[in-house]
Each structure stands twice: as C-alpha cells, then as structure tokens.
C-alpha cells in the first residue's frame, strides 16, 4: 500500500459527521474566495499605512501564485483520490493541493510582513504560530476530505512556501535599494 493510501484510508476510518462539518469550515477557509478576500483586506490596509512594498508582497505572491499552481496542475495532470471516499466534487487536477499551496503563500508572505514590522515579540510569536497552525489545518483538511492525496498537500505547502520566498527575496531587494536611495 503506497503512503498516499495508506494516509487516505487513516482519515476515511477516522471520519464523524461533526468532525466533517468542522472540517469542512476549515477547507472553506482556506478556499480560493477567503484566501483571496483575506489577501485583498490585508493589501488595503498595508497601502493605507503606506507599506507599499509589503502590499506588493501580499498581492504579487497571491496572484502570481494562482498562475503558478494552476500552471503545476497542468503539468502533473494528477488525478483526485477516488470516489467515495471523496467528500467534495471537484473536476481539476489534484497536483499539487491549491488549498495548501495558496494558504501556504498567504501565511509565508504574512509572516514575513509580520517580521518586518515593529512589533512586540510575544504577539509576533502568536501571530507566526497561527499561520503555520491555519496553513497546516487547512492541507489536512483536504486529505481528510479526500479532495487530495497527502504529497498533494506536501507539494503544496512546499512550492507556497517557495513561491513566496521568492517574494519576499524580491521585496526585500525593493526595500535595499529604496534605503539606498533614500540615504
């Protein structure tokens, strides 16, 4: 038995109707409309503030990540586990997770917009390790709901957490030059 269905099965036999509702909240959560209102809020209020190169962060990595993940599906045109264990109808590819993946590049890029600005450590702390347990329920709710095989959701986080590194590199050098500039 592969680990992708071995994985599958340990969540199949682990189901409950209430544990199902609540996941099903959480997959939600991390869907294409919250991520994306999420990151739309967040963007708004960072150029509010005036922290343009963290909006371009939070707004870059999301759109350019949508293109990338769709892009990977194409690639890999992997196939969702079987119907009935799948809970949720879906018709595009299962690799790699786009829940995982864009929760992944939300988190990484609010992370590091969360490091960059002055704030006290313990809640820079609460706030890190809510994104990580937010990114991290909501891959585990797509297996748990069978709508991905779990290195669906591995490949996920890892090209997220890629794609938004990338981000915060280049922001990073947007924000060197400006200080170079500027002084």
Known sequence: MSFDQWVLDSAV?????????????IT??????????????????LLVRGL???????????????????????IFTRTRPPLPER?????????????????????????AVILRLALPRLAKMAMLASLGLYTIAVGFSRVYLAAHWMTDVLAGWAFGMVWAGV?????????????????
């Open 28 to 45: 939600d959560s991390g869907g294409t409309l919250a991520s994306w209102l999420i990151a739309t809020l967040l963007t708004i209020v």
């Open 52 to 74: 343009r190169t963290e909006a371009l962060l939070i707004a870059g990595s999301m759109l350019t990540g949508l293109l990338v993940m769709s892009g990977l599906k194409r």
């Open 13 to 25: 036999s682990q189901r409950t109707a209430w544990l199902v509702d609540v996941v099903d909240v």
């Open 87 to 111: 809970l949720i109808e879906i018709d595009s590819y299962s690799f790699p997770s786009g829940h995982a993946m864009m929760s992944a590049i939300l988190a990484t890029s609010v992370a």
């Open 167 to 183: 981000w915060i590199w280049g922001t990073a050098q947007i924000r060197k030059r400006r200080a170079l500039v500027t002084s």
